[in-house]
């Protein structure tokens, strides 16, 4: 079974809060159930994705390192 | 005695009760008080919480249009403002300021991090919804008009506003 993504977003490069930012941004635009991935470097953005998924309850269903670039998966909250 | 087994990692639990609400009451208008403030805002309103931001005292400068140079009425409010330009392209550091030469590093360090400048953390917080009020009595205090104020800030309120919007929420003082 493969997964599939409907929203890709680059923010590498980019410092807190902007991350974060654009990508609640971004999740307001997706439907229930939806995933979004992400690509960032800021290594601050680790917790911060941790805690904004808690916070918010749209799972963070993957979350992995290549390199220098954190990815994570988050998938909208189904109401 | 019965020895217990080492337990698996607990599931995750359901989300904590958090606050809905932020009210930030922004009391300082110095770049290293000021930026921190339109982060925590905006992150804010990026986890979903309706977010405030209180402006007063001097708090308020930096919500003072770039172009406007003077402001006030008489000449204590008109030397207040020399003195200390408005303006959130003007602001000062608290410490380390060096007469503008602190400030201007820390623009160019910002610039080569990639951190968002406070003048682009205002707008991304105006497109947030995050609710920007002027208090009242310290514009009048301080003689500034809501047109040497920007554009995108609600109506000016008071104290009691201030802390019936914070009712029930996180705050802060900055």
Redesign the interface.
Known sequence: MSITIAMSLDLKGLSCPLPIVKTAKAMKGLAPGQLLEVFATDPGSVPDFKAWSMATGNPLVESGQDGGVFHFVLKKKEF | MSVSTIEKPQE?GP??E?ADRMTIFAWSGELDKIWPTL?LA??G????KETTVFFTFWGLFPLVKNEVRITGENWMQKMLSMMNRGGDEHLKLSKMNFAGAGPAMMEHLAKE????SPHE?MD?AKE?GVHLIPCQMTMDLLGLKREDLIDGLEEPAGATKALADAQGGMTLFI
Do not use: E, Q, R
């Open positions: 995750v989300v904590p958090t982060i905006t992150t309103a990026a986890m979903g991090h990639h951190v968002a953390l991304m947030m």
